[in-house]
């Protein structure tokens, strides 16, 4: 069966230093992978995706992320990080050509002032 | 564009009651999935519908659990006998095709069973 890893719980940091939050996903003969954040109190959003082509992509809120098919990873990074960053965010891989999503456990990011 | 709203957000129920949660995809939306998240754990697939079909079951959702989405608009999500094991957010998301690369979620029903 497919499934996703999210190698840490927790991820606690300083403000604007930089993170990186760790995904590996299993191998398939399609890969569609995706970041969602969830702040509390609200509904899963989409940060980034990866369907094909370059394999460094940009999502919103300065996030990127790179596919990296040789280590079935797909790690999400930002430079600088704000307390508004604070909040759940997880890795999801696109399964049954991307008809549905297989979720990793989640990461909860905390930035420290 | 309203987004998906699920009602009711929280629910309180005992153990081996019945209840019903409701999602309102987006309207132009034909694809509505439910997933299920518990405490520290990433949401699990339960079923999801093509319009009025429901194209696919998981293995979690048993035969307590039942899905409809009866005009292909709102659906809805009943458990019969509820068990505490059943304590979870329930998560509802539409998509306007058969990719989920444009899943948009709701804010989710969380049901505590006592």
């Known amino acids: 069966a497919q499934s996703v890893t999210q190698l840490d719980s927790q991820v606690p940091v300083f403000e604007e230093a930089p993170v990186e939050l760790r995904c590996n996903y299993s191998?398939?003969?399609?890969?569609?992978l995706f970041w969602y954040v969830q702040y509390p109190n609200q509904g899963l959003q989409l940060l980034l995706k990866?369907?094909?082509?370059?394999?460094l992509v940009k999502g919103i809120n300065g996030f990127e992320a790179e596919f990296n098919k040789s280590q079935t990873s797909f790690h999400l990074r930002k430079p600088s990080v704000h307390i508004s960053d604070t909040a759940e965010y997880f890795c999801?891989?696109?399964?049954?050509?991307?008809?549905?999503?297989?979720f990793g456990q989640g990461t909860r990011l905390t930035i420290n002032p | 564009d309203t987004g998906v709203s699920q009602d009711p957000r929280h629910k309180i129920t005992k153990r081996g009651q019945n209840v019903t949660f409701r999602c309102d995809p987006i309207?132009?939306?034909?694809?509505l999935y439910w997933y299920r998240q518990t405490l520290g754990q990433g949401p699990e697939f339960l079923t999801y519908?093509?319009?009025?079909?429901?194209?696919?079951k998981s293995r979690l959702l048993s035969d307590r659990f039942s899905a409809e989405r009866p005009k292909g608009s709102f659906s809805t999500l009943e458990i019969q006998r509820t068990e505490q094991g059943d304590s979870a957010m329930y998560l509802c998301?539409?998509?306007?095709?058969?990719?989920?690369?444009?899943?948009?979620f709701g804010s989710g029903t969380q049901l505590s069973v006592l």
């Open positions: 999801a891989h696109g399964i049954q050509g991307a008809q549905k999503l297989v």
């Open positions: 519908f093509q319009n009025e079909a429901q194209l696919e």
């Open positions: 309207s132009e939306h034909n694809r």
């Open positions: 191998s398939s003969v399609s890969v569609y």
């Open positions: 998301a539409s998509s306007p095709g058969p990719l989920a690369e444009k899943l948009f």
């Open positions: 990866y369907l094909s082509g370059s394999t």
